[in-house]
């Protein structure tokens, strides 16, 4: 399921992770593309992919990926998908 993230003041990168995180593998949530916020997001893709790794959720290797990010130039989004 693709949800649209409107940025105000109940905004929070953790918080996209975590509505994420309670749905589905398969589920994408784009965001208004600003490269600060690209930037954190993409940081806290590797926070999650990383404790994962560590759980035994996903395999060891690089490539084993939970949340994958990803910037559409089309659109100016920035788009987070949960591949597991």
Request: proline share 2%; hydrophobic share 30%.
């Amino acid at each position: 399921m693709i949800t649209e993230v409107k940025i105000d003041e109940k905004y929070s990168t953790v918080g996209v992770f975590d509505m994420l995180e309670s749905g589905n593998p398969g589920d994408v949530a784009k965001v208004p593309y600003e490269e600060s916020r690209h930037t954190g997001i993409k940081q806290e893709s590797q926070r999650r992919n990383m404790k994962a790794r560590l759980l035994g959720e996903i395999g060891e290797g690089r490539k084993c990926l939970k949340y994958k990010v990803y910037a559409a130039g089309n659109d100016d989004t920035t788009m987070i998908f949960r591949l597991v």
